[in-house]
């Protein structure tokens, strides 16, 4: 048996639990001495992003659902995770260290091992027309957003154990479907109680709770229109607004049914970019480049700024 540590032993044991357990240890990287642009591979169509553990990042791909894996350090990259044939959209990595990967089109999620790639689980959740879209995780569950379908899908994490199934939560009140991208990007509101979703097609922002009723968040007048991807720190919310290539600052209220545009950040090196993450003092954007024909050849980057 091991004896236990005391006075500075334990102390620095505390914080190198500590620095494991948040995942990222952003702390321990500069990331000013960081490159600011990251070339993905030509074609690979990226949209979703997810950071850590450590300086890395973990980006989908819309062509054939590849992961890409890059040091953020370094920016150089390799692929992660061979596609399944479904897009990878939405990425969220928890606790466990699985990466939950949204198939759009496809209409399935999927769990890998993020330290080997290796398929954990996948998940059917409709058969008809669907545009699985983007993840939130919670103590509990994933939550995942269906651009064409009503609904939001709920996979229970009970005592950390992936489901069988995942269940099918209607979405009622104010948040009306119509032609286009319906629910896009979700986050948690800042007191943990609900979710915070945009709807790209009409601009509008919307509480969601986990019964699935909706009410629309009073923006004073302003709009998120062609909302992607969405980040909360704190009560601060930076919303991805990607053919306008810019990122909308918001400050809410603690339940999410309040909040204010203080900012809008462009930067040129932005072309349709589509989520977001952060590492430390930066956020990192994916260029869809959703006006931009694909091709096997079309270039592709993710790019850093400061965090407003």
């Known amino acids: 048996m091991m004896r236990p540590l005391s006075g500075i032993g334990a ?21 000013g001495n960081m490159p600011t642009s990251i070339v993905l591979p030509d074609g690979f169509q990226p949209e979703g992003i997810a950071i850590g553990p450590g300086p890395y990042a973990f980006i989908g791909s819309m062509a054939d659902g590849s992961i890409y894996r890059t040091d953020l350090r370094t920016g150089r990259g390799a692929i992660f995770s061979r596609g399944s044939g479904t897009p990878a959209l939405g990425i969220k990595i928890d606790s466990h260290g699985r990466m939950f990967v949204a198939g759009g089109t496809g209409g399935d999620v999927r769990v890998l091992d993020s330290h080997t790639g290796r398929v954990l689980a996948s998940y059917r959740l409709t058969t ?12 509990d569950a994933a939550w995942v957003t269906d651009s064409t379908n009503p609904v939001l899908y709920k996979l229970p994490l009970n005592s950390g154990r992936l489901p069988a199934a995942a269940q099918r939560i209607p979405l009622t009140g104010d948040l009306v479907y119509g032609e286009g991208f319906n629910a896009n990007g979700i986050t948690p509101t800042p007191d943990g109680q609900g979710f915070i979703v945009v709807q790209s097609n009409t601009g509008g922002l919307f509480r969601v709770d986990p019964s699935g009723r909706t009410r629309r968040v009073n923006l004073h007048g302003e709009s998120l229109k062609e909302g992607d991807g969405l980040l909360l720190r704190g009560r601060t919310l930076y919303a991805v607004q990607n053919r306008l290539n810019a990122v909308a600052v918001l400050e809410l209220n603690a339940t999410g049914t309040d909040g204010r545009v203080v900012r809008r950040v462009t930067d040129p ?6 989520t977001i993450a952060a590492y430390g003092s930066r956020l990192y954007l994916p260029n869809a480049r959703f006006d931009t024909p694909p091709t096997p050849t079309t270039p592709y980057t993710a ?6």
Do not use: Q, W, Y
């Open 11 to 31: 102390i620095i044991c505390a914080l190198v639990l500590t620095i494991t357990m948040n995942g990222s240890a952003e702390a321990a990287v500069d990331p």
């Open 128 to 139: 008809g027309e669907a545009f699985v879209n983007d993840i939130v995780l919670t103590k």
């Open 269 to 274: 090196r932005f072309d349709v970019p589509a």
């Open 303 to 308: 790019v850093a700024i400061p965090r407003p």
